[in-house]
């Protein structure tokens, strides 16, 4: 294929351009939250309105701190989020294992069956799952919470999980089953490690959504001292109107957390994602 | 069997390994059937039911032609149709065009691609709060700089402009996703197939609707499946941006309404059917454009 240098050098300015412009747009609401975090409340309400403040104050994180979104519901979204998350795995791992390593009668239908549970959505069983808590007096647990997240996020963690252990090459571990090794021990020696970074994009992407979770959440939890960060931060747009400078701290509370989580282990996550972890 | 180890006879071991994939699966068999399975077939059950002082009443099929008779749930669908078919357009055009420009592998890519995730990580009701304080009508900034096209009506205060808001938050969520899906297609397209089409004299464009599309389209499907689910349940952007207001009411939010706000648990169900009888219509009909050739 022939191409100019010249050609190469205009298609690098607009790719690197339109980029540039994408990441802009993907970025500046969250610096436009930041910066106003900062703000006092009579800055916030000054018209015409612009980016930085004036002045750089802490108010809105002294407000934060003392709220019960620090006090009780961090905690709780950071407990339902691990728990569940780390549940996932430990639970995704010998099935998807199951299903990548054994052929047996109903593997295929199965597999099908819990791909057909990855599209229904959550919001379908919520009444029932809400009925259910109430007559067994969970709601309002941390237990209901990591116990839903379970099973929603199960589906697609045994779905990830499977193309990655069906990548890993399995003469090592026949090698070992013959050697008298269990599955279990099989798993534990072998496949985990072979297998981490699709479990560290598991791992990831179930904490990151249930980190953020919310129609769950905002369902079963009403008492306050168990309501996670998003419920908490939905009450708070309630009671204080127009604090806008308080609102955006609290979002930057919640969000700070599972992007550092994100920066840290975003490499295993896009090598995962672009071998074809999740797709067709 | 636990005596079995030094036994010459290989056949106890061996049936013994055929139980084993199900020991492996069945944790998570136990907990998909009474978290996932169980409550879809109780939802059935709530929906032929009333809920009157705590106590489920059979009413047969009530809830469902209340439902059919009820204008604003049809409403709602509505503003679904709007809101979800405008969002999964605009997310896969867009994931689409920011995946090719991603799969020129420019030296900066590490870098674009930790920014364009930033919507990724945050929560729904975080994007809301977000975008709310936006458009915020006396005090939002872009709101402000748009202010000579919306004249004295804020966008946020008209009803197609509360939707517009709500469309453009969801696409900005959901466009990092997508294009990450479709980059991890693209990179697999052989590089040979899309060289012979150059060879040949086919042009840029050409060769991408004409080679690359159809190669990738299963994962295209995949996309527009997981957008199209993602906006149908769509919830929390939705009343964080614009609470309960009747113009961005989709047909989510009024179950959400109706089963939590009002109690009509009965009704509730009936939605959550009808809602799971659409996603499930829709997820088919891709399906067979996925395997059609």
């Given at each position: 294929m022939v191409r100019s240098q010249r050609q190469k050098q205009l298609d690098s300015i607009i790719v690197n351009s339109l980029l540039m412009l994408v990441c802009l747009v993907s970025l500046f609401p969250v610096a436009y939250a930041l910066t106003t975090s900062f703000k006092s409340e009579a800055e916030v309400l000054t018209r015409p309105p612009y980016f930085f403040p004036r002045t750089w104050t802490l108010d809105a994180y002294e407000q934060i701190f003392r709220s019960d979104l620090v006090r009780y519901h961090l905690g709780n979204t950071f407990i339902n989020a691990f728990g569940s998350s780390v549940l996932i795995v430990i639970f995704a791992i010998p099935a998807a294992y199951a299903f990548s390593r054994y052929k047996f009668w109903g593997s295929k239908a199965l597999q099908l069956l819990i791909l057909a549970l990855i599209m229904i959505p959550t919001l379908t069983n919520l009444v029932a799952l809400y009925r259910m808590a109430s007559e067994l007096g969970i709601l309002n647990t941390n237990f209901v919470m990591i116990t839903i997240y379970l099973a929603t996020g199960l589906p697609f963690g045994i779905w990830i999980l499977k193309s990655s252990i069906d990548s890993i090459p399995h003469e090592i571990e026949e090698a070992a089953l013959i050697d008298g090794c269990g599955p279990l021990d099989v798993i534990r020696r072998i496949v985990i490690p072979l297998a981490l970074p699709g479990i560290i994009t598991t791992f990831l992407m179930e904490f990151v959504f249930y980190w953020n979770e919310f129609l769950v959440a905002v369902i079963m939890l009403s008492k306050n001292t168990m309501k996670t960060a998003t419920v908490g931060l939905l009450d708070f747009q309630r009671s204080y109107e127009v604090a806008y400078h308080v609102w955006m701290a609290g979002s930057v509370i919640i969000i700070a957390p599972v992007l550092i989580t994100f920066i840290i282990l975003r490499r295993q996550f896009f090598r995962a994602m672009l071998q074809g972890a999740v797709k067709g | 069997m636990t005596t079995a180890t030094v036994h010459t006879n290989p056949r106890p071991s061996i049936n013994f390994r055929r139980l084993v994939p199900l020991w492996l699966l069945l944790p998570s068999l136990l907990v998909l059937i009474l978290v996932q399975f169980y409550p879809t077939a109780y939802t059935i059950y709530i929906s032929l039911n009333r809920l009157r002082a705590g106590e489920l009443i059979w009413v047969g099929t009530a809830n469902f032609e209340r439902l059919f008779k009820d204008a604003n749930f049809f409403d709602s669908l509505e503003k679904s149709l709007t809101f979800v078919g405008s969002t999964v357009i605009a997310t896969i055009l867009l994931g689409l065009l920011v995946a090719v420009l991603l799969n020129?592998?420019?030296?900066?890519n590490p870098l674009y691609m930790v920014l364009l995730f930033v919507p990724w990580v945050i929560s729904d009701v975080v994007a809301g709060t977000v975008w709310r304080w936006l458009f915020q009508q006396d005090y939002g900034l872009i709101q402000n700089a748009i202010q000579p096209l919306t004249g004295d009506t804020s966008l946020y205060a008209r009803p197609d402009g509360a939707m517009l808001i709500v469309i453009l938050a969801t696409i900005w969520r959901s466009l990092p996703f997508t294009s990450l899906l479709f980059l991890g297609a693209l990179q697999n397209v052989s590089q040979e197939v899309v060289e012979g089409a150059a060879l040949d004299g086919a042009g840029r464009l050409t060769t991408f609707l004409r080679i690359t599309l159809p190669i990738i389209r299963p994962t295209l499907i995949v996309g527009v499946i997981l957008a199209t689910i993602g906006g149908l349940n769509s919830v929390g952007v939705i009343l964080t941006l614009?609470?309960?207001?009747?113009?961005?009411?989709?047909a989510s939010v009024y179950l959400y309404e109706q089963g939590?706000?009002?109690?009509d648990f009965g009704l509730g169900a009936a939605i959550s059917i009808v809602m799971f009888v659409i996603n499930l219509a829709l997820t088919l009909v891709y399906l067979r454009f996925q395997g059609e050739e």
């Amino acid at each position: 294929m022939v191409r100019s240098q010249r050609q190469k050098q205009l298609d690098s300015i607009i790719v690197n351009s339109l980029l540039m412009l994408v990441c802009l747009v993907s970025l500046f609401p969250v610096a436009y939250a930041l910066t106003t975090s900062f703000k006092s409340e009579a800055e916030v309400l000054t018209r015409p309105p612009y980016f930085f403040p004036r002045t750089w104050t802490l108010d809105a994180y002294e407000q934060i701190f003392r709220s019960d979104l620090v006090r009780y519901h961090l905690g709780n979204t950071f407990i339902n989020a691990f728990g569940s998350s780390v549940l996932i795995v430990i639970f995704a791992i010998p099935a998807a294992y199951a299903f990548s390593r054994y052929k047996f009668w109903g593997s295929k239908a199965l597999q099908l069956l819990i791909l057909a549970l990855i599209m229904i959505p959550t919001l379908t069983n919520l009444v029932a799952l809400y009925r259910m808590a109430s007559e067994l007096g969970i709601l309002n647990t941390n237990f209901v919470m990591i116990t839903i997240y379970l099973a929603t996020g199960l589906p697609f963690g045994i779905w990830i999980l499977k193309s990655s252990i069906d990548s890993i090459p399995h003469e090592i571990e026949e090698a070992a089953l013959i050697d008298g090794c269990g599955p279990l021990d099989v798993i534990r020696r072998i496949v985990i490690p072979l297998a981490l970074p699709g479990i560290i994009t598991t791992f990831l992407m179930e904490f990151v959504f249930y980190w953020n979770e919310f129609l769950v959440a905002v369902i079963m939890l009403s008492k306050n001292t168990m309501k996670t960060a998003t419920v908490g931060l939905l009450d708070f747009q309630r009671s204080y109107e127009v604090a806008y400078h308080v609102w955006m701290a609290g979002s930057v509370i919640i969000i700070a957390p599972v992007l550092i989580t994100f920066i840290i282990l975003r490499r295993q996550f896009f090598r995962a994602m672009l071998q074809g972890a999740v797709k067709g | 069997m636990t005596t079995a180890t030094v036994h010459t006879n290989p056949r106890p071991s061996i049936n013994f390994r055929r139980l084993v994939p199900l020991w492996l699966l069945l944790p998570s068999l136990l907990v998909l059937i009474l978290v996932q399975f169980y409550p879809t077939a109780y939802t059935i059950y709530i929906s032929l039911n009333r809920l009157r002082a705590g106590e489920l009443i059979w009413v047969g099929t009530a809830n469902f032609e209340r439902l059919f008779k009820d204008a604003n749930f049809f409403d709602s669908l509505e503003k679904s149709l709007t809101f979800v078919g405008s969002t999964v357009i605009a997310t896969i055009l867009l994931g689409l065009l920011v995946a090719v420009l991603l799969n020129y592998r420019s030296r900066w890519n590490p870098l674009y691609m930790v920014l364009l995730f930033v919507p990724w990580v945050i929560s729904d009701v975080v994007a809301g709060t977000v975008w709310r304080w936006l458009f915020q009508q006396d005090y939002g900034l872009i709101q402000n700089a748009i202010q000579p096209l919306t004249g004295d009506t804020s966008l946020y205060a008209r009803p197609d402009g509360a939707m517009l808001i709500v469309i453009l938050a969801t696409i900005w969520r959901s466009l990092p996703f997508t294009s990450l899906l479709f980059l991890g297609a693209l990179q697999n397209v052989s590089q040979e197939v899309v060289e012979g089409a150059a060879l040949d004299g086919a042009g840029r464009l050409t060769t991408f609707l004409r080679i690359t599309l159809p190669i990738i389209r299963p994962t295209l499907i995949v996309g527009v499946i997981l957008a199209t689910i993602g906006g149908l349940n769509s919830v929390g952007v939705i009343l964080t941006l614009t609470g309960n207001i009747p113009a961005t009411e989709t047909a989510s939010v009024y179950l959400y309404e109706q089963g939590w706000r009002f109690g009509d648990f009965g009704l509730g169900a009936a939605i959550s059917i009808v809602m799971f009888v659409i996603n499930l219509a829709l997820t088919l009909v891709y399906l067979r454009f996925q395997g059609e050739e």
